[in-house]
């Protein structure tokens, strides 16, 4: 061993047990990393940063990006509405949730598909009693598996293509990971939608912010307007279309006065009303699409919710000192004066608000959302004396359903499918239209993005270069040789894809991939066989995290709202990771053979 192969090892050494001992963020420890490989000589100073500006940094954080563009919008939600009322038990929900997390994740970036189904399930789970904990776990382990199948589902595919790519000088493309993947994934749901019962049961949700807010169901104010979908439809249908979570409150009539009582199931509206509608914000934003109602509030100030990039909505409590205390939002001439716009009010004590929200004394305690121009909603928010909640999402006045992203992101897929552009381009070039047509901003865009992990990457990558650059990696893959070679090429096969298994709950999916996949190709090569089934190996052992929550970012996601201990992901993840072991060895061995041509 060389001083400078001595040296990576080491360097290599630390950081992994930094990430095991978990104490400092994995982006720091990455960073820390490159800057000591500089200065112990092994990273050249002239190439410290290459890897900002390396094409699997650029894929992730675009595909991040248009996974949030496509929760935003609705689209997912809207195809699955047909079908939700029907899962009425955990038997029948678990497979389809599965299911359809596992299909999105191969389009999209397997923990932007698990976001995007969470709020589904979560719902679901409220409406018919069913644990949160029976169905975000097996989600969780269907976006892993759903991800392997095509180049972006996953951070470890994306990074294996450009592995491929330095060693042979093709890079894995979008669909070749697919046939493994397929299988794998047709293998993992049918466990998934059985297995879902070793997962213990009662167990709670951990208390979350909007919890802990506790705020009361909001009352907005919206208008049907002409050649709406709603106009025409009785308050009972229009209450169906937010599945029953949203009540009409009122309807007013001339002079914002009510009309008589709470309206009656059977009332039919007509264009031109206005509705004051009660429920859950993210609730009012689905009832307020589906239907194709106009919020008053954006209607009075002449602003839409797609008219600027700039616009953010904030939840606010209402102060003793603020003027808007015994004040109404129209004496008060909101947009005009302090630049925000008032959508909805909820008041405690006092569920039902009936009267028009601009003709509403305020009152001290009162939660409002107000939208305007982020820069300067803060200055605004001071002004007006009204102290904002703890950040949380509010997707009232700032949802922009369509089908937009779905149709950006299936047609980068084809262009990248058909090799007229490579993915980081194509993916990059979808989020630009996505811009272009307003579908997102560019700051929701810069917010969707993980930096840590981008930066965990971009910092890895030069370190991971040293340890070849030192021949590090051909020391490492002589000595896993030597436990190898009297072995059958599938046992050497197995030994490398449950190597990466093992070590990616403690260094990372990304890191392992990094650092085992020239490890691989070398021992292939020594052995006399293809790198290319040791490379798909690593790929999918560092895909399939299924043991703890902190190997995978989908694990870490469903922890919290599945209310899951340290333990539980074993229990079910430990006979699927089985399963994938003892599948996906003959699988890979049989699409990319062992022995080159």
């Known amino acids: 061993m060389t001083l400078d192969q001595g040296l990576a090892f080491g360097l290599l050494g630390v950081t992994i047990g930094l990430f095991v001992w978990g104490r400092f963020a994995y982006d720091l420890v990455a960073l820390a990393a490159l800057m000591a490989g500089v200065l112990i000589g092994i990273v050249p100073a002239a190439h410290a940063f290459d890897g900002f500006s390396d094409d699997v940094v650029v894929i992730v954080g675009a595909a991040l990006v248009i996974s949030e563009a496509i929760g935003r919008s609705g689209a997912v939600e809207t195809i699955m509405r047909p079908v939700t009322p029907r899962l009425r038990t955990a038997a029948v929900q678990v497979p389809v949730m599965v299911g359809a997390t596992m299909v999105l994740s191969m389009a999209t970036k397997n923990v932007g598909a698990l976001a995007i189904m969470m709020p589904v399930a979560l719902q679901l789970a409220r409406r018919t009693g069913t644990s949160p904990a029976a169905l975000l776990m097996p989600m969780s382990f269907a976006a892993m598996t759903g991800g392997i199948v095509t180049l972006v589902g996953t951070a470890p595919n994306i990074i294996m293509s450009r592995v491929r790519g330095e060693l042979t ?9 697919a046939p493994v993947g397929l299988a794998i994934s047709a293998l993992a749901l049918l466990f998934l939608s059985l297995g879902w019962r070793l997962l213990p049961g009662g167990r709670k949700a951990a208390a979350s912010l909007h919890a802990a807010i506790n705020i009361a169901q909001y009352t907005v104010e919206a208008r049907v307007p002409d050649g709406s979908a709603s106009a025409g439809l009785s308050v009972a249908a229009l209450e169906e279309l937010a599945d029953g979570e949203v009540r009409v409150s009122a309807v007013l009539g001339e002079g914002d006065r009510r009309e008589g009582p709470a309206p009656a199931p059977d009332r039919v ?7 004051l509608l009660r429920g859950e914000p993210e609730d009012l934003e689905r009832l307020v699409s589906r239907a194709e109602l106009v919020l008053t ?27 808007l205390v015994g004040r109404t939002p129209s004496q008060l001439t909101l947009r005009s004066r302090h630049g925000v716009t008032l959508l909805a009010i909820s008041r405690r004590g006092q569920q039902h608000i009936v009267e ?4 509403l004394r305020l009152r001290v305690g009162d939660v409002v959302l107000l939208r305007g121009l982020a820069p300067t909603m803060p200055d605004n928010l001071g002004e007006l004396r009204v102290l904002p909640l703890a950040e949380r999402k509010v997707a009232l006045g700032a949802g922009r359903r369509s089908w937009i992203p779905l149709g950006v992101l299936a047609a980068a897929m084809v262009l990248v499918a058909a090799g007229v552009l490579p993915v980081a381009v194509a993916f990059v070039g979808a989020v630009v239209v996505l811009f272009i047509l307003r579908v997102m901003s560019t700051r929701e865009a810069y917010a969707a993005v993980d930096w840590p992990v981008l930066v965990l990457l971009a910092a890895l ?15 490492l893959a002589g000595w896993l040789l030597a436990a190898v070679q009297n072995l059958p090429p599938a046992v050497a096969l197995a030994v490398t894809l449950v ?3 093992a070590v990616t709950p ?5 890191a392992t991939v990094l650092v085992m ?36 970012q989908c694990n870490t996601l469903v922890m919290g709202p599945g209310g899951y201990r340290f333990g539980d992901y074993a229990r079910l993840g430990l006979p699927l990771s089985v399963l994938v072991v003892l599948a996906g060895v003959p699988l890979i061995a049989l699409v990319w053979p062992l022995v080159p041509h």
């Not at 509206?269 to 206005?274: D, F, I, K, R």
């Not at 052995?527 to 190996?537: R, T, V, Y």
């Open 269 to 275: 509206l007509a264009a031109g009303e206005v509705l």
């Open 461 to 475: 990558i030069p370190v991971s270069e040293a340890v070849q650059r030192t021949g590090g990696t051909d020391l």
């Open 517 to 552: 996949g020239p490890i691989a190709a070398t021992l292939a090569r020594k052995l006399g066989l293809s790198p290319d089934p040791f490379l798909m190996a690593v790929a999918l052992g560092a895909a399939c995290d299924f043991l703890t929550p902190i190997g995978h």
């Open 499 to 501: 190597l990466a298994m």
């Open 297 to 323: 509030g954006d209607e009075r100030a002449g602003v839409s919710a797609e008219g600027t990039d700039e616009m953010a909505v904030v939840e606010g409590v209402v102060t003793a000192d603020s003027p």
């Open 506 to 510: 403690f260094l990372n999916n990304a």
């Open 169 to 177: 000088g093709q890079p894995f493309g979008m669909f070749d990971y």
């Open 356 to 359: 028009a929200l601009a003709k």
